[in-house]
């Protein structure tokens, strides 16, 4: 599935409008809700404008898709620059964790739209496997540069854990409100402190490696 680019500032404006458009539609109600025609209608497009740019409704929405990736692409590397000048592991984690929450909070319509209710497209699927693939691997970069102070004894392994358990947070994040999984509803200082501490103490455990046959 190829989504053609515009090129010209006209094309490029209103494709923005369309994709403004459908992810509103999206926050408003849901993935279901996202329509062609409600698309054209909100965005104040042509039928043939649209048609043109994404083909059809699944089109769209590998550009909502690719959209939200490269929304997460500039943030990780934002916060790749912001903990590049943080050695120790606590805080690090704690800026990730930070991170992870408000990038899931402020994209959860655009994710939960493209990234959960079309897991059965396979390109969807692939786009979503490498954007995490690399997300997993600035983690296990941060780790890695302060494995000093990690007492797990297998490094890449404790990244994957510790990537996969985040990942796990926030699609809970997307796919429920705050209350549903346990009737109690946490604050955003109360996600990324209990997290982190979680996370800190996996990391630092120092467990026999004997013990883990």
């Not at 926050?27 to 209608?41: H, S």
């Not at 790749?80 to 800026?95: F, N, T």
């Amino acid at each position: 599935m190829v989504v053609r680019p515009p090129q010209q500032a006209r094309s490029i404006e209103s494709t923005t409008r369309m994709l403004d458009a459908a992810e509103a539609l999206i926050a408003e109600g849901g993935p279901d809700a996202l329509t062609v025609e409600a698309v054209i209608t909100r965005a104040g497009t042509a039928t043939g404008a649209f048609y043109a740019r994404f083909g059809d409704r699944l089109g769209l929405l590998a550009a909502v898709q690719e959209r939200f990736l490269g929304r997460l692409r500039d943030a990780a590397a934002v916060q790749a620059d912001e903990l590049a000048d943080v050695p120790d592991l606590r805080q690090a984690l704690a800026i990730m964790v930070e991170g992870f929450l408000a990038t899931f909070r402020r994209n959860r319509n655009a994710f939960n739209a493209v990234m959960v209710q079309n897991r059965g497209v396979a390109d969807f699927r692939a786009r979503g496997a490498r954007a995490t693939e690399s997300a997993a691997a600035q983690l296990r970069e941060l780790l890695t540069e302060r494995s000093e102070q990690i007492s797990h004894p297998d490094l890449d392994l404790a990244a994957d854990i510790v990537f996969r358990t985040l990942f796990a947070l926030a699609t809970q994040i997307v796919m429920m409100d705050e209350a549903e999984v346990t009737g109690r509803s946490l604050s955003d200082q109360q996600w990324v402190e209990e997290t982190t501490h979680l996370l800190v103490a996996y990391l630092t455990t120092s467990v026999d490696t004997a013990d883990r046959k």
